[in-house]
């Protein structure tokens, strides 16, 4: 188990986030629940704290703070998907009930929190030996919002638009 997992702060959401989250991914579970001992900034006496869970292998803890403090895109978490099944569905869930979509890949979820989901294929595409190719897929990709591979794969293939 790695030492070190990102801590998420919310405002008296934090059951509800990772229960959200665990039921997008598989190898996802909440793995503790600890109550507040007392009344305080957190809430009162018996209201949800910390939520330690595991998402997608990696371990999370949901914090509820006490007060609102919002996200920022300085970290983000990134969802290598394998197919564009698997895009659109946690697109969909993720924006569900509140989020934003950004550009190229970027999301927003109801929490506030910043979600890349992105292709496992995008590396191919803006990596790939063919420089102009990777570079009308970088071109692509800039004006898109959910990922689209198919439109990724065209782009670098140097094919129009179907």
Avoid at 73 to 92: G, P, T
Avoid at 133 to 138: E, H, K, L, N, S
Wanted: glycine share 10%; proline share 4%; net charge neutral.
């Amino acid at each position: 188990m790695s030492k070190i997992s990102p801590c998420l702060w919310f405002d008296g959401e934090a059951e509800q986030a990772a229960n959200f989250y665990v039921s997008l991914l598989p190898d996802s579970r909440v793995e503790t629940v600890q109550r507040n001992p007392v009344d305080g900034p957190a809430g009162k006496a018996g209201s949800v704290l910390v939520v330690e869970f595991t998402l997608a292998g990696q371990r999370f803890m949901a914090l509820n703070g006490g007060m609102r403090v919002e996200y920022t895109h300085a970290v983000s978490f990134k969802i290598d998907c394998a197919d564009q099944a698997e895009v659109d569905r946690l697109w969909d869930a993720l924006l569900a009930n509140g989020g934003s979509a950004q550009r190229c890949g970027w999301l927003r979820d109801r929490y506030g929190v910043s979600w890349q989901i992105v292709p496992s294929a995008l590396p191919k595409y803006l990596g790939g030996p063919d420089r102009a190719g990777a570079q009308r897929a970088m071109q692509a990709m800039l004006g898109m919002v959910k990922l689209d591979i198919e439109g990724l794969r065209r782009a670098y293939e140097g094919k129009s638009a179907a």
